[in-house]
């Protein structure tokens, strides 16, 4: 079985899943059955400064989208950071930590934006023997209106100026989490790195409205008559936190800059794709939410059969592997053909595709009358959808053409030889090739 | 008291009603609204669906399942009333496993199809229990159709007339309305007085008019509803029972399994009802099915379906042979009945068993005697009663695809009709189209 043991800047733990910044990791109660249940390592949930915590609103939360059969694909929220007492919160990390030396336990943090109250907290968090900070750069809201979280993750020149200041008054790692709520994650990321951070954290939560009450007329969760935006998570936001991730993983002046990758992470390959993608390790917060902390025993033996099955022996070995795959648009290989394949035992003729490519796309699929469905290479653009549409696995491929075949639907003789956008005839800011 | 399973004879309340009461239960009980949702969201939305096709009265099978997933079963109600306004009825009686469950892409994928029957009676029962109506008449046409028989054909044809503004008047032979969805089939799929509770909401739609206690004959003529009405629907269904043919089938005990329905489903109180302690059921269809079945239910110890041809020909479904079997039915195959012995009343049927040739069935000479103190004859049903001048196709009145008969303004639909299937949802479909056919002739 493969080691799972990962190394984060320097901190150690048994596996690479550790729990997000969130409700489950507020109590030193829940944090215990967390550990106890296998997690690798905690982001403490996001301490303030000395002084009254925040309050929380006392009515709904959470706000919810769901699959089939309730299936939870997202989750938003409108909770603050943690609305207990500091000197609560940094006892029960000491006796945590202490308790469990071989777990990561990291501690969020969130203060004004003032070098003081960095100054004030850091030496208080140094004593708790957490094994480094995470800077909650991404809360979408509340906290944002007081100039802290996100909006302070929204001006790279803050990111870069309270990294900084935390860098030269504390000792251990320091992460710096990203809000996705910008236009180029790949800013703030470099802010980070500038200001010294050993790390980025990534996705906070995506400013949201899951829904809204038709006979309220309001946004929900409903506090009263109102609602508010609150941060989204859960498996709907994966595709966009890959894509920052794989963004930082893939730009000259943040590659090799630790990521702990955050997301909709909710099974083992959820976690092997991020750190395939560049993510040194893994942050959960909503699948525990919503199946609790045994799911870490599935995401353990999920990612350690497949290492076993593709011969890695330290998560080491794959991080990164797929990052210099993720390219542009424009140096794609437009050279590179391919067409859809039905595959005509597996079909159950329900059409979808045909709807889909008649309706939608380039007519390229025909139906005969007795449901039989294939596809038309005259009109096939390899567009994928009938893929996507069809319900059963692996009934309609893409399949490459072999070089030297002709497209039917170019007359053009398929060519091993790689030709992109950059040097495309039509392409009016073409180069020649090289 | 209950008297038991080995009582002899032909008596009642072998069971107690405690028990009557549980094995006459909904067959299919109706989904909670989690359930449906669930269920919905397996339907694939196929593209010209299968389903579709294979309906007979054409409902949009992917559409209403589709509202009912998102959250509109009144909305799918109506998609499926706009095709048939017996869709509560249907969705209980359908043999969906021959028709849209059949077909569903699910079942070929995973042998498990999309529960259409079961959603459609969802979205039915939302709105019919809800008391909404989902239909208006049309502004008068100032025209009256009369429909004679108010099973699932006369009163689809009378909906649809009414709706699209005709007055109506249904002459019903019996004392009650409904045909078939109130005196025949099986007690089980329709509970709690479902079929006089969906007449009721069906003619909420108005300009209908039902005179019960009227057959076709010496009052009733077709001339005379010719000349007082625009035009005639005959829907008068098969109310001739086949005869046996074989000795002794005049023996007390011996009776037509559509008598035993009627009865039974009329029956205040069904632990009242005399069924016999080893019954046999001559036949192979629906009726068959559902007189043994519930033989069984009511408390009879040994009930046997004896059916001249193989398995595979059998009327009723595999799924009905199989719910009979797991009843405690026994289905004995190719084997007719020869004679019914016994002094006065039956005691025992002597079958034949048949080896069919080039489809000539033939008696092999060899014979085993059931012990019988009840037989049941459910070997189809003919045509009585249809107006002399109506032309015959067969055994049953010709019609064209919409229901005109040889006769100028006759129609005529349902299972008295030649085609189809002798389903529930065909008549609907015949009913509906002959008054769309009906109404663009009196609008001419």
């Known amino acids: 079985m493969a080691d799972l043991t990962t190394n984060f800047l320097g901190i150690q733990s048994p596996n690479p899943f550790w729990l997000a910044s969130a409700p489950p990791t507020d109590k030193e109660y829940n944090v215990r059955r967390a550990f106890e249940a296998g997690w690798g390592g905690v982001v403490w949930k996001t301490l303030g400064a000395e002084g009254p915590p925040v309050v929380n609103v006392n009515g709904p939360r959470y706000g919810a989208i769901f699959g089939a059969d309730r299936r939870l694909l997202g989750l938003n929220n409108i909770e603050l950071i943690t609305d207990r007492p500091l000197e609560t919160n940094l006892e029960e990390i000491t006796r945590v930590k202490k308790d469990y030396p071989d777990r990561a336990i990291i501690v969020s943090l969130m203060v004004p934006c003032e070098e003081a109250a960095w100054k004030a907290i850091l030496p208080r968090v140094m004593e708790t023997g957490a094994d480094g900070i995470e800077l909650n750069f991404g809360c979408p809201h509340g906290m944002a209106e007081r100039g802290m979280g996100s909006a302070v993750g929204q001006v790279p020149e803050y990111i ?168 542009d648009w424009q140096y794609l290989n437009l050279n590179a053909i391919s067409k859809a394949v039905i595959d005509q035992d597996a079909c159950i003729k329900c059409g979808r595709c045909y709807a889909a490519c008649e309706d939608t796309s380039h007519q390229a699929i025909d139906m005969s009358e007795d449901r039989t469905f294939t596809v038309n290479d005259d009109e096939c653009v390899a567009c994928n959808l009938c893929v996507n549409v069809c319900p059963v696995d692996n009934c309609i491929t893409m399949e490459t053409m072999e070089p030297g075949l002709v497209d039917p639907r170019t007359g053009k003789t398929v060519t091993e030889e790689y030709a992109n956008w950059t040097t495309h005839p039509n392409n009016p800011s073409a180069q020649a090739a090289e | 008291m209950a008297q038991g399973q080995t009582a002899p004879g032909i008596q009642a309340g072998r069971l107690s009603s405690d028990e009557i009461a549980g094995n006459f239960d909904d067959l299919h009980p109706a989904y909670a609204p989690h359930e449906a949702a669930v269920a919905a969201d397996r339907c694939y939305f196929c593209y010209d669906a299968p389903c579709v096709t294979a309906c007979p009265s054409d409902i949009d099978i992917p559409l209403f399942i589709r509202q009912i997933a998102t959250g509109t079963p009144e909305a799918a109600a109506r998609t499926i009333f706009d095709q048939n306004i017996l869709g509560g009825m249907c969705a209980r009686v359908c043999p969906t496993e021959t028709l849209c469950e059949e077909v569903c892409v699910r079942e ?88 006089e509770r969906e007449v009721d909401w069906l003619l909420k739609i108005g300009g209908i008019r039902i005179e019960t206690g009227k057959a076709l004959g010496d009052a009733l003529t077709l001339d005379g509803l010719k000349a007082d009405h625009d035009a005639v629907f005959l829907s008068i269904g098969l109310t001739g029972v086949n005869a046996l043919r074989v000795d002794g089938e005049d023996k007390d005990g011996v009776r037509d399994a559509v008598d035993f329905i009627a009865d039974l489903r009329q029956a205040d109180d069904l632990g009242a009802l005399p069924v016999g302690r080893n019954v046999v059921v001559i ?99 003919t045509l009585e009663g249809a107006p002399d001048t109506v032309a015959l196709d067969g055994r049953k009145i010709a019609v064209s695809g919409v229901g005109r008969t040889s006769v100028d303004g006759v129609w005529a639909g349902g299972d008295c009709a030649a085609g189809g299937d002798d389903l529930t949802v065909t008549a609907v479909a015949e009913g509906r189209d002959a008054a769309m056919d009906i109404h663009a002739s009196l609008s001419a």
């Not at chain 2, 529960?115 to 039915?124: C, H």
């Not at chain 2, 059998?314 to 026994?330: N, P, W």
């Not at chain 2, 009343?345 to 008696?363: F, K, Q, R, V, W």
């Open chain 2, 108 to 195: 070929t994928a995973e042998g498990k199809p999309v529960e259409i029957g079961r959603l459609q009676r969802f979205a039915t029962d939302t709105l019919m229990t809800s008391g909404v109506h989902p239909f208006e008449r049309a502004a008068a046409t100032g025209k009256t159709v009369a429909v004679v028989g108010a099973g699932p054909a006369g009163l689809s044809c009378a909906h649809r007339l009414a709706m699209l503004g005709n007055d109506v008047v249904i002459y019903e032979a019996r004392a009650k309305s409904g045909g078939l969805n109130e005196f025949g089939i099986a007690a089980y799929k329709s509970t709690n007085s479902f079929a």
């Open chain 1, 160 to 327: 870069e100026m309270v990294t900084r200041w935390c860098k030269e008054n504390y000792d251990k790692p320091v992460i710096v989490k990203l809000t996705p709520n910008i236009t180029d994650v790949r800013f703030p990321a470099r802010a980070a790195k500038a200001g010294g951070a050993d790390a980025v954290s990534l996705i906070n939560t995506i400013n949201s409205i899951t829904s809204v009450n038709l006979d309220a007329m309001a946004p929900e969760p409903m506090i009263g008559d109102k609602g508010t935006h609150g941060g989204y998570c859960g498996p709907a936001v994966k595709p966009i936190a890959m894509n920052m991730v794989a963004e930082i993983s893939r730009c000259p002046q943040t590659n090799g800059l630790p990521i702990s990758a955050i997301g909709g992470i909710t099974t083992w390959r959820d976690a092997a794709e991020f750190m395939a993608l560049g993510a040194g390790n893994v942050q959960v917060c909503t699948a525990a939410m919503t199946y609790g902390f045994k799911i870490v025993e599935e995401m353990i033996s999920g990612l350690s059969q497949w290492m076993d099955e593709k011969g890695y022996t330290s998560t080491d070995e794959f991080i990164g592997m797929a990052t210099p795959n993720v390219t």
């Open chain 2, 283 to 381: 036949g192979g269809g629906m009726t068959a099915i559902d007189a043994a079945v519930q033989s069984k239910l009511l408390g009879s110890e040994n009930v046997t379906v004896a059916y001249r041809r193989g398995r595979d020909a059998m009327g009723a479904s595999r799924f009905e042979q199989d719910l009979a079997s797991s009843k405690g039915v026994k289905l004995m195959f190719n084997v007719q009945p020869i004679a019914v012995h016994g002094n006065g009343a039956a005691a025992e049927i002597e079958l034949e068993y048949t080896s069919g040739t080039d489809g000539e069935l033939s008696g092999t000479g060899e014979t085993i005697r059931l012990t019988a103190d009840q037989v049941f004859k459910a070997i189809g049903q």
